[in-house]
RNA sequence: GCUGAAGUGGUGGAAUUGGUAGACACGCUGGACUUAAAAUCCAGUGGACAGUAAUGUCCGUACGGGUUCAAGUCCCGUCUUCAGUACCA
């Protein structure tokens, strides 16, 4: 007797691989590399649920198909340990972060285990072990070490800077850098003090610290960087959101915004996934113009208003100036009558978060600030307002007015009544703003007049830079990324202060640990947490970390006490993949030239703008510095959709402890409660006496009923949480049908990239079919193993042969669902034909290996193998088998007559031409005349034209 | 508002470059086995009409047009849904 006990079966098999370390991938082999990772998870206290391992196993097939095919597969896991909730689960009860994190993976690796992956599990890593993070520190010394050369467009190492000041000044320095930089000669640069170089310098390094506005959360109580903003609330606990100025450590990432575009065009990733990253980063082609001043002071006629545009053509139908409220001018540009309400609104703005911003977007609002500036070609005078519609981040903060051209402009011209001036000719602009740039003959334009766009943008261009008022300028969205977080549980930085400014701690004395704290609340006087910490001081004669009650600051410095943002960690990882245990590099050159980069990458695509964008940023700075020889991460991405939760709602009349099946509602007042998923069946049948123990207050619960007695449950599609009840977890699963059909069930659900609710339906089918496959490797008398020696008929190797190159294609296109049906069909067949020939059932098991590891694997070595099945080579598909009957349809007697054949792909030319001469006599027949035409489409359609 | 993706039975979803729409699975119906249930196995299952029946005819891929011998697939227009994004000058 012998039945498929699929809990045995995987119990056994993962023993035998963890044992024999089977998925173990070497540095060096002569097989071909390839790389497939998967986004590595952040272990959060509630486990795996079903929708977690959906990526894993769609990479663990390709992972495994790929070892079948011969290449030398690494294939990794690790976690992404460092993150606010385990800080705020710390906040609650006190048990340091450190402590719940080593649980919660523990818990992710039994959940994960049970699910039969192919990881690689020597290489783990972990981003909050301090083995794994002071290279975290080390790459951010490097980062801090490393200028952006514009001519090279390279980041070259600071030092490199140093050498040029002193030789030359910076006169001739093209560095991305920030903007308002001051010149000096090398003279001057070797006179300054050393706190002056120092903060010179830090205008030019990659990471520096800098007073800039930033996302300020007070509900989190700390920065966060753009990405992690959506909708104007933070992305975790969605808490308000405001700008506020704070010197903060940011990444100069902007000055790779090019890079980082036409990189894209490099990768097989989703076009969506692209274009969202191509919208971050927004390039815009245009101009910048200098407005001079108009003013009673003299020293204020000096300065000039920068505006940026990307409609340079229209610079005569400039009638005023905006500027954003932050903008630096705006206090020494109004004039006193104006002064009041200007601060006013200054103060009004600033108050705002960024969400009810974004609600007024409709309102208009703006203040005059009773100065005016000069139009650089006209020398008009033209009226300054401050609008908050007019950002500061975006461009020079300041906006030159075109009314007719733009539609804000335009609006905010009619609500304060500023004049508008027309300059496309032929063009009604009384009701809205012509923002259109195509067809338009520009007029009241002085020298532009009759101009297209193309002709007065670039006319208009070089007149500006005669008169020196203007020049051609690219503008990016893209803003450098806050790097610090007043936070715990996270990377500390290397970074001590000496008279304020930042000194990185020698990288041989890494990694700076996280010092131990009692609260992991801000200070008392509103410092981070790690402020709480007693010894948190950088002793620079012993090169250590001492007291910070002994800071003198001539030897003994306090330390930085903010530390790295969550994708820190997570931007350089696929590499220490390639040399986990390294205690020398972060990845030794070797390992890195053998496994180059991630050739498949999966996971969602939430991380679009963040992680995705991130990484790539520190591979080129990386690559630049010589520390790697890939420009980018991630060749091939795949996205998988999420899996959402199916609530199930129970329906409470409102006031009494008394609930209504779904029909009986009615017009009854009632209010939907969230019902733990696990005491509904697949009928939408609630087992009512479960949900009574579930919780004291049901305790006495009473149900109206169906008319059947049943009670019924209603049903919606939400993302899966635990406070949704909704959560199903894997572990059930795999008790109930075993590993091998959770695997195949996930990919069953549907297209991988579809976003789609976990239903346990279907699953009986799914699991029958891995039952049938059992049976097919048994006799039907005793039901033992058996398999045949005989050579098997022509039937069942068709059905096998038509079976490897489905799913081989279905593989490679990433189709896992539709080659689950084929496996169906396959084993239908193969039932019907009675075959027990080895000849088929072994490669059909290979075939199935990568989707059901462990029964092929019980299997396989039932056949009398004693290598793991993973080393067998995929069944490669021979054409013989497939050849098809040939079918002909007559299509329609539309004067003429057509046919069409069809014929197999796989027919040589030579069989295409016989098979159509075999035809010739009923097309003869049918017509009544011989063809005269022959049309041949090679495997696909043969169109006869008579 | 803009950008992207998509609309196919009762349900999840198949359908290479246009070529027998609805594979496969769930569900449902009927049958077999069983004292019974579960499990398992077998058959049927888009709709309408005709026929005792085998079968045949027509209609069907959000809606309206178009191209083609042939359209779920290509083109134009409309509607709906989902996702992303949001004053970007």
């Keep these: 007797m012998s039945n498929y006990h699929f809990n045995e079966i995987e119990a056994k098999w993962q023993k035998f691989w963890a044992e024999n370390q089977t998925f173990k991938a070497e540095n060096q082999s002569d097989k071909p590399k390839y790389y497939v990772l998967d986004m590595f998870p952040y272990p959060s206290g509630a486990g795996l649920h ?43 009860t006190g048990q340091h972060p450190a402590k719940t994190t080593k649980q919660n993976i523990r818990r992710y690796r039994e959940q994960l285990d049970k699910i039969g992956f192919s990881f690689d599990w020597s290489r783990e890593v972990q981003t909050s072990d301090p083995e794994y993070y002071r290279w975290t520190q080390w790459i951010f010394i490097q980062l801090f070490e490393s200028w952006y050369c514009k001519q090279q467009e390279k980041a070259l190492p600071i030092a490199e800077l140093v050498l040029i000041f002193e030789k030359e000044g910076n006169f001739d320095v093209n560095a991305k850098c920030d903007n308002n930089q001051c010149f000096f000669n090398a003279e001057s640069w070797n006179g300054f003090s050393e706190e002056k170089k120092q903060k010179v310098l830090l205008n030019y390094r990659l990471t520096y610290l800098a007073e800039t506005q930033v996302n300020w959360c007070p509900k989190l109580g700390t920065v966060l960087a ?40 490099t990768l097989d990733w989703s076009e969506s996934i692209k274009e969202t990253q191509r919208n971050w980063i927004g390039k815009s082609v245009g101009a910048t113009v200098e407005f001079r001043l108009q003013h009673e002071k003299e020293e204020i006629k000096k300065l000039t208003i920068k505006a940026f545009t990307t409609r340079p053509d229209t610079i005569f139908g400039v009638t005023f100036l905006t500027l954003a409220p932050e903008h630096e001018l705006v206090a020494k540009i109004t004039t006193i009558p104006q002064r009041i309400a200007v601060k006013e609104y200054v103060t009004s703005s600033a108050k705002k978060s960024e969400r009810e911003r974004m609600t007024d977007v409709k309102n208009i609002t703006g203040v005059f600030t009773g100065a005016y500036a000069k139009h650089p070609l006209t020398d008009e005078l033209i009226p300054i307002w401050i609008g908050d519609y007019v950002l500061a981040g975006y461009g020079t903060g300041a906006v030159m007015a075109v009314p007719c051209g733009d539609q804000r402009d335009w609006d905010f011209a009619r609500h304060f009544d500023i004049p508008v001036i027309n300059i496309f000719k032929g063009v009604d602009i009384s009701e809205q703003a012509y923002t ?13 007049n009759g101009c297209s766009y193309n002709n007065a943008t670039d006319k208009a261009i070089e007149e500006l830079k005669k008169r020196n008022l203007g020049a051609k300028e690219i503008n990016y969205r893209l803003r450098d990324a806050v790097f610090s977080r007043q936070r715990y549980w996270g990377e500390p930085f290397p970074v001590y202060y000496k008279e304020g400014l930042p000194q990185m701690i020698d990288e041989k004395f890494l990694p700076i640990r996280l010092p131990e704290i009692e609260k992991y609340l801000p200070t008392e006087s509103g410092e981070p947490p790690l402020g709480r910490a007693d010894s948190w001081a950088w ?11 002994l800071i003198d600051h001539h030897r003994i410095f306090p330390l930085e006490l903010n530390t790295m943002p969550g994708w820190a960690g997570s931007s350089w990882y696929m590499f220490r993949y390639m040399d986990a245990l390294n205690k020398n590099v972060f990845s030794s050159k070797e390992a890195m030239d053998y496994w180059k980069n991630v050739d498949l990458y999966i996971g969602g695509s939430e991380h679009a703008t963040g992680h995705l964008l991130y990484s790539r940023f520190w591979v080129k700075f990386l690559k630049d510095r010589g520390f790697l020889s890939v420009d980018e991460p991630f060749k091939k991405l795949i996205n998988q959709g999420m899996i959402l939760g199916e609530s199930a709602f129970i329906h409470r009349i409102e006031g009494i402890n008394k609930f209504v099946s779904v029909s009986k509602i009615g017009n009854l007042k009632t209010q939907p409660i969230h019902a733990d998923v696990s005491f509904v069946n697949a009928s939408n049948e609630l087992d009512t006496e479960a949900f009574k123990n579930w919780r004291p207050e049901f305790k006495d619960a009473e149900f109206v009923t169906e008319d059947d007695g049943s009670f019924k449950v209603s049903r919606d599609v939400e993302k899966m949480s635990k406070s949704k009840y909704n959560v199903v977890n894997p572990d059930d699963i795999c008790e109930q049908y075993g590993a091998d059909t959770l695997r195949m069930y996930e990919m069953f659900l549907g297209p991988l990239e579809q976003a789609k609710p976990w239903s346990t339906a279907g699953i009986t089918g799914v699991h029958s079919f891995l039952k049938k496959t059992w049976r097919l490797f ?9 398999v045949s020696d005989e050579a098997a008929p022509k039937n069942s190797l068709k059905t096998l042969h038509k079976t490897i190159k489905k799913v081989t294609e279905d593989i490679e296109n990433f189709s896992f669902n539709t080659s689950v049906s084929t496996f169906m069909i396959a084993v239908n067949e193969l039932s019907v034909q009675k075959c027990s020939s080895k000849e088929v059932l072994t490669p059909l098991l290979i075939l199935l290996s990568p989707y059901a590891p462990h029964i092929s694997e019980e299997l396989w070595s039932k056949l009398g193998h004693k290598e793991s099945i993973s080393i067998a080579s995929f069944p490669k598909f021979e054409e013989k088998y497939v050849v098809e009957d040939v079918k002909m349809y007559p299509i329609s007697f539309n004067g003429k007559m057509r046919f069409t054949l069809e014929l197999p792909l796989e027919m040589s030319k030579d069989e295409i031409e016989s098979v159509v001469m075999s035809h010739e006599k009923t097309i003869h027949y049918l017509d009544g005349r011989p063809p005269k035409k022959v049309i041949i489409v090679p495997g696909k359609i043969v169109n006869i034209v008579g």
Excluded: C
């Design 50 to 92: 079903v929708g977690h391992p959906l990526g894993y196993i769609a990479s663990d097939i390709y992972a495994r198909y790929k070892r079948h095919q011969g290449f030398n597969v690494l294939h990794p896991q690790g976690y992404d340990s460092f993150g606010l909730p385990a800080e705020q689960y710390a906040i609650q």
């Design 226 to 265: 753009n990405d992690e903003i959506v909708n104007g609330v933070s992305e975790r606990g969605g808490f308000a959101v405001i700008k506020k100025k704070m010197t903060q450590w940011s990444m100069r990432i902007s000055v790779f915004g090019e890079r980082l575009l036409s990189g894209l065009d």
């Design 436 to 448: 259109s740039k195509e067809n338009i003959v520009i007029t009241n334009s002085d020298f532009l």
């Design 539 to 549: 002793d620079s004669s012993k090169n250590k970390i001492v007291s910070n009650k």
């Design 778 to 786: 048994h006799s039907g008398v005793e039901d033992s193993f058996f």
